[in-house]
């Protein structure tokens, strides 16, 4: 039963005549079908096991629908909120949804390094006080579970090494 599949194989799909051919047709093709299962099962394994994905914006239930407020908008809001601390330069906002589809605000900033200042922990913590209530009294957003600031870059201060 084998040798008459391996012949049927072998006609179809290979040069059956010489087994040394054979067995390395084999082999290739064993080979390139064990690399592509790889492949796809690392892929869904990415895409399963990836937490974070961008949420378009914030929706926010009314008395005659819903309103949605875009991730832009919450974006531009906080750049303006930036602007009241001198410390950090706001260099990239995201809004993302975690894996339990609560919303997460992330923030990248710069922090330029002054001997004489506050330190970041001070100034982030009255930061996120700050953009909570803006974003409670301007638009209504209540549910930002999480603000995480990632200090990308400092600026050391001219004349200062």
Same mark, same amino acid.
């Given at each position: ?73 919450? %974006?531009?809001?906080?750049? &303006? ?6 410390? !950090?330069?706001? =260099? /990239?906002?995201? @809004? ?22 506050? %330190?970041?922990?001070?100034? &982030? ?6 953009? !909570?209530?803006? =974003? /409670?009294?301007? @638009? ?22």
């Amino acid at each position: 039963m084998t040798a008459k599949i391996t012949e049927t194989i072998g006609n179809y799909l290979f040069n059956g005549s010489d087994g040394e051919i054979f067995a390395f047709q084999c082999g290739y093709l064993t080979g390139a079908m064990v690399a592509l299962i790889f492949v796809l099962v690392l892929g869904l394994l990415l895409t399963v096991l990836r937490g974070s994905r961008r949420a378009r914006g914030v929706a926010l239930a009314s008395a005659h629908g819903r309103i949605l407020i875009s991730a832009t908008a919450i %974006s531009d809001l906080v750049k &303006s909120v930036g602007t009241e601390f001198p410390a !950090l330069e706001i =260099l /990239k906002v995201g @809004l993302y949804h975690d894996r339990k589809k609560t919303l997460r605000l992330s923030i990248a900033v710069s922090f330029p390094y002054n001997p004489d200042g506050e %330190s970041i922990v001070t100034v &982030s913590e009255n930061f996120k006080t700050r953009l !909570l209530d803006v =974003l /409670k009294h301007n @638009l209504g957003i209540e549910n930002i579970q999480n603000i995480e600031i990632n200090v990308r870059k400092g600026k050391p201060k001219p004349g200062f090494y």
